[in-house]
């Protein structure tokens, strides 16, 4: 079992109530296996909302201001000190400028060690799949993305909001399904203007065996 998990065993139990038959009132649905981009500005308040529970949805940044600079999965493990991040934890970009900070965490598992899934990454690791055509995060980010000037070659490794990836003592890496119930959410206040690529993520091994939407909604700051 991921520590994570039982460590945070209180903050799983606080969970919200969250409406069952569509997004909550100025919320977006991502449907099942599809993505989307938004602008956010300094300020600003993404909330990312799992409505049906066990999905992951993938996060990607890019700095308006310098699209060469992205989010960095290194960046942010190493000036955080943590595999887990949650409440407090600062996402960086590759130059290591702060691009957002976790302010609400309800879950406080999230992975930031797998790359987002792909066609290569049904190809390769499901070849019973015999390359049939699968919809992907990857896909999803770059169909997102592209229209704001993303390269689809800078899309690298995302924070996987509450996908559950653990290493046992023998380093082998496990995904249990998220442990997430309707309603769990991860709110982020942004520090830098970037877009946001946000997926419901395509791969069914990743969701307990079932792909479902993500429902995100951004607070705008103040005079924005
Ligand atoms: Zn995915």
């Not at 998990?5 to 799983?12: G, P, S």
């Not at 999965?73 to 900070?101: C, F, K, M, Q, W």
């Not at 919809?135 to 390269?151: I, K, Q, T, W, Y």
């Not at 490794?157 to 119930?181: C, K, Q, R, S, Y």
Request: proline share 9%.
């Amino acid at each position: 079992m991921n520590p994570a998990v039982r460590r945070n065993a209180d903050r799983l139990s606080s969970r919200r109530p969250y409406p069952k038959d569509g997004p909550a009132d100025g919320f977006t649905r991502i449907p099942p296996q599809h993505g989307a981009a938004v602008e956010l500005a300094p300020g600003d308040v993404l909330t990312l909302v799992d409505p049906l529970g066990e999905q992951v949805s993938d996060l990607y940044l890019v700095r308006v201001d310098e699209p060469a600079d992205h989010f960095s999965v290194g960046r942010t493990i190493d000036v955080g000190n943590t595999l887990y991040p949650s409440v407090g934890s600062i996402l960086y970009s590759g130059r290591s400028v702060a691009l957002a900070e976790i302010v609400t965490d309800t879950v406080g598992v999230h992975d930031l060690t797998l790359t987002p899934c792909s066609q290569q990454t049904f190809d390769l690791l499901y070849p019973d799949l015999g390359g049939a055509p699968h919809r992907s995060c990857f896909a999803n980010l770059v169909a997102a993305l592209e229209p704001h000037g993303v390269a689809p070659d800078t899309i690298g490794g995302t924070m996987n909001v509450f996908m559950d990836v653990w290493t046992d003592a023998d380093g082998e890496l496990h995904i249990d399904p998220p442990p997430t119930a309707p309603g769990d959410c991860l709110e982020l206040r942004i520090l830098e203007p970037v877009i946001a690529g946000i997926t419901a993520c395509s791969a069914e091994k990743s969701n307990n065996g079932t792909c479902t939407p993500i429902d995100y909604r951004v607070t705008r700051a103040a005079g924005y």
